[in-house]
């Protein structure tokens, strides 16, 4: 049954709405049959889980199994240098913390927050530019907005030249497709994958050299002029972490903003209130972190000590999937947990995870959102969707439309 249910969360068919799917799932908490994985779908469990030192991210630690689908990505390709969201302690938490130091605090406490001027001003271009992508009455904010937005950011945030950005466009393009596989033929990398992959690393590479030589107040500059004394990272650490913002946090942010406007678009009293009232703009997003995540489940999590969990006892080296979109959607956490409601008291949901591997990303991508969907409802004049439900990417764990085509009366200034 378990293994069942897996596989029509991830048929193409469910992408619209797995939520009945996931429904079934919380039936058992802990489910198993089979070969396959340990299936955990409920709040209180899977939160447990994600603060479990016996529970593994490293794929070093996996067994594979009939039922560990390795074809669902949740970041960077495999063909990357190893990114610190694949390492368990102590090696992701020295990464993890000299990230952070140029990143947020308390060595930079002021990175994101210093940036919101830029953000709002991307985020204007972007919105001004609509009418010259073509007619207002068939827009894709993809294309046109969610999708060249966080990459921009990213480009910033690094301190990527202004004239390189384009480029990184293309790679972000290319690699993006790579976590939106062929059903047909899952183990194949989309053409131009490695390439992209290859030019990435080695323009990261040189990027880094010439950051050493002259270090600007960019991310990329703090972290590759790091005290070595002070257990710095190398070449090849440096450029695996600047990969992953590109890739890992480029992907989720575009969900994110995307979704967020189809939910909107399906509520649109909560969208007249946002166009009026810019404030509502952080509980929103908060609930469609737990309504709509764009992160639905964390597969390949491997026990490395047996776990007893609801009744199941998780043997040790057994796969773990945990399904962090069916534990929002739990009604023994949340109340009427299908209803998208911002006003919801109590929003604590899993849609960035939670414990050593919480979302590094979080407090960017929470203002990138913000700031997008409050633009978006201010500006856009009678906004409506012309395809419900949108075409959707294939790739079931990092869930979005890939296009999501509306209508317009007009772009208010």
């Known amino acids: 049954m378990t293994q069942e249910l897996l596989r029509e969360i991830m048929d193409y068919s469910h992408r619209a709405d797995p939520y009945p799917l996931y429904e079934e799932l919380r039936k058992t908490p802990v489910a198993h049959d089979g070969d396959g994985p340990y299936v955990v779908s409920t709040y209180y469990e ?50 993890r913390r000299m990230t952070n130091r140029s990143f947020g605090p308390p060595h930079s406490p002021h990175r994101v927050h210093d940036m919101y ?21 068939r827009i894709d904010l993809v294309d046109q907005f969610a999708y060249p ?27 993006a497709a790579s976590l939106d596989p062929d059903p047909a033929e899952p183990a194949q990398q989309p053409p131009g994958t490695a390439d992209a992959q290859t030019q990435l690393a080695i ?16 991310m990329l500059s703090q972290m590759a002029t790091a005290d070595p004394t002070d257990d710095a ?17 480029h992907e989720t942010t575009v969900n994110l903003i995307t979704n967020g406007m189809l939910t909107l678009l399906r509520h649109p009293d909560v969208l007249r209130r946002l166009r009026k009232d810019s404030s ?29 969990m609801a009744g199941v006892r998780i043997p040790k080296g057994a796969t773990i999937w945990l399904m962090l979109a069916s534990g929002n959607r739990d009604p023994q956490r949340f109340e009427a947990p299908d209803r998208f409601d911002p006003d919801r008291p109590d929003i604590q949901h899993l849609g960035f995870g939670s414990g050593i591997h919480s979302c590094f990303g979080a407090p960017l991508a929470r203002l990138e959102a913000q700031l997008a969907l409050s633009e978006l409802a201010r500006r856009l004049d009678g906004p409506h969707l012309l395809e419900d439900p949108p075409p959707y990417r294939q790739n079931a764990a990092l869930r979005g439309p890939r296009h999501l085509y509306v209508g317009c009366d007009g772009i208010r200034t």
């Open 46 to 95: 899977i939160q447990s889980l994600l603060h479990d030192p016996r529970v593994s991210s490293d794929h070093r630690n996996l067994t594979a199994t009939p039922g560990d689908a390795r074809t669902v990505s949740e970041g960077a390709d495999a063909s990357l240098p190893p990114i610190f969201l694949r390492l368990d302690p102590p090696e992701h938490d020295r990464l």
């Open 233 to 249: 990272m190398t070449t090849v650490e440096v450029i695996s972490t600047a990969a992953l913002l590109l890739i890992a946090g």
């Open 117 to 137: 001027g830029e953000l709002r001003g991307i985020v204007s271009e972007l919105v001004d530019g609509i009418p010259a992508a073509g007619p207002l009455d």
């Open 203 to 218: 323009y990261l590479a040189e990027l880094v050299e010439e950051r050493r030589r002259h270090p600007g107040p960019d």
């Open 280 to 308: 509502l703009a952080a509980s929103v997003v908060e609930e469609l972190l737990r309504y709509e995540p764009p992160v639905q489940l964390l597969p390949r999590r491997s026990a490395l000590d047996e776990i007893e």
């Open 149 to 175: 937005f966080p990459v921009t950011v990213i480009c910033r945030l690094l301190g990527v030249p202004p004239e390189d950005e384009p480029r990184f466009h293309v790679w972000a393009d290319a690699l």
